[in-house]
């Protein structure tokens, strides 16, 4: 038997979407701003905030049934 994921388990899920979102949002605007090297620098860490999320999302849901 598994248990629901609890609130902290839940919160630390939301900050990783939270910050694949805002990572992305800022590559937009440095890439708006023609800063090219600074929107590379951003564009590798939303890659790692996805992975950071799957991986989170993978690990939790081994762990815990899915909600609903």
Do not use: T, V
């Not at 919160?11 to 929107?39: P, T, V």
């Not at 905030?49 to 849901?61: K, M, P, V, W």
């Amino acid at each position: 038997w598994r248990k629901p994921m609890d609130k902290k388990q839940r919160a630390a899920l939301n900050m990783a979407k939270f910050i694949k979102g805002q990572s992305l949002e800022l590559l937009g605007r440095l890439e708006d701003l023609e800063m090219d090297e600074r929107a590379e620098q951003c564009e590798r860490l939303h890659e790692q905030a996805e992975a950071l999320l799957e991986g989170l999302s993978q690990e939790l849901s081994k762990k815990h049934p899915p909600l609903g």
